[in-house]
Nanobody, 134 residues
Framework: EVTLVESGGGSVQAGGSLTLSCVASGYMGSTYCMAWFRQVAGKEREGVAYMHSTGSLKYADSVKGQGRFTVSRDVANTLYLQMNSLKPEDSATYYC???????????????????????????WGQGTQVTVSS
């Protein structure tokens, strides 16, 4: 069983920064996808960023190109989401998610870890609240 535990949320003023962490435990195999999602009450959970186990990283259109969100991962399978220049509209509950993927063949490009619906990922953390005040 895979367990994901997020931390790092909090309340900041607009323009501030937060770094969220997601510690993954349990066996996901050598090929997997880890992602950050966020959800505002009453709205659908939306993807923020997706990182394949190969390191391939994709950002959702909602944050891509802004340069405010950066995802990284350490060797201990902790996924980070660094958020800078936060805006009130970034306020949400942020979730970490993971999905084991089929093993890649030699030379095969990473796949199966791209912006898409939350239903495509099997494992979820409990979420961490981010509140940005104006």
């Amino acid at each position: 069983e895979v367990t994901l535990v997020e931390s790092g949320g909090g309340s900041v003023q607009a323009g501030g920064s937060l770094t969220l962490s997601c510690v993954a435990s349990g066996y996901m195999g050598s090929t997997y996808c880890m992602a950050w999602f966020r959800q505002v009450a009453g709205k659908e959970r939306e993807g923020v960023a997706y990182m394949h186990s190969t390191g391939s990283l994709k950002y959702a259109d909602s944050v891509k190109g802004q340069g405010r969100f950066t995802v990284s991962r350490d060797v201990a399978n902790t996924l980070y989401l660094q958020m800078n220049s936060l805006k009130p509209e970034d306020s949400a509950t942020y979730y970490c998610a993971a999905e084991p993927l089929p093993e890649l063949l030699d030379g095969e490009p990473p796949s199966g870890c791209s912006p898409g619906p939350a239903s495509e990922l099997r494992y979820w953390g409990q979420g961490t609240q981010v509140t940005v005040s104006s």
